[in-house]
């Protein structure tokens, strides 16, 4: 307060001269179309600039809120997609698909791990498969109400079945590199050629068939003649944002067969 009162008497005179410049437009501005014209077209345009940039925060700080509707379509157009225009081979099984943030992950090390923000509460269960709008990411292996744990491709223990399109099956595992995997032991009459289609090949109540990489080059094995591939991961692992998880519709009618018969 004493430094308020400081700065007022110090200044008293020039605060004065502008309060009586400033009443003075004002009074000539009533007398005067010109002058009133141009103090309201000033002023309007400061009171648009405020409305557009108080707007503007409201638009960022609303992103997030755009961004998880934009997931939930995202879902629900990919059920859509891959109940009607699943590869060949793809079983005709249907998912629920459930939008997850990535909240943590590596991407570094020999076993990564990726951390998503659902989990039971959403119908989260270890074993489901994951997937991004990009191709396969992984199966969870734990879940919390809220949390669930994922085990990616990017781990020692990440690999899966796989099949290239229209050709045989191998199986497909980490290179070691983000970008990168190794598919082996495709059968000698289905040699893979680049630019070849790679899809996941897990059981029914994981996940569909989805796109996991193209095909770089290949070789033989002198020892039975089966082929192996470098392949180009589809899935940018580096920089995961959204993932989904994916829910298999006739898991409880499955698990009750597969109950039956032991």
Known sequence: MQQLILFLSRYRNNLLLLALLLLAVVRHSFKNPVSEHWINTVGTGLAATFTDATNGWKIYWSLEEVNDELARENAVLKAAMWSNSAPEFAASSEYDY??????????????????????????????????????????????????????????????????????????????????????????????????DSIYSYTRAEIAPPVLTGIVHSASQSEEDLSWNAKVNLTTDFMNLDWVYVCQFKGKEELDTLKLNME
Do not use: C
């Open 98 to 195: 459930v939008p997850a943030k990535v909240i943590d992950h590596s991407y570094k090390k020999v076993n990564n791990y990726i951390i998503i923000n659902a989990g039971k509460r959403l119908g989260v269960q270890p074993g489901m498969g994951v997937i991004s709008a990009q191709g396969w990411v992984g199966i969870v292996s734990e879940s919390t109400r809220n949390y669930a744990y994922i085990l990616p491709f990017t781990h020692s223990k990440g690999g899966i079945g796989a099949r290239i399109e229209g050709k045989g099956l191998g199986q497909l595992s980490w290179s070691g590199s983000v970008e990168t995997a190794l598919l082996n032991d495709i059968e000698r009459e289905f040699e893979p050629k680049p630019g």
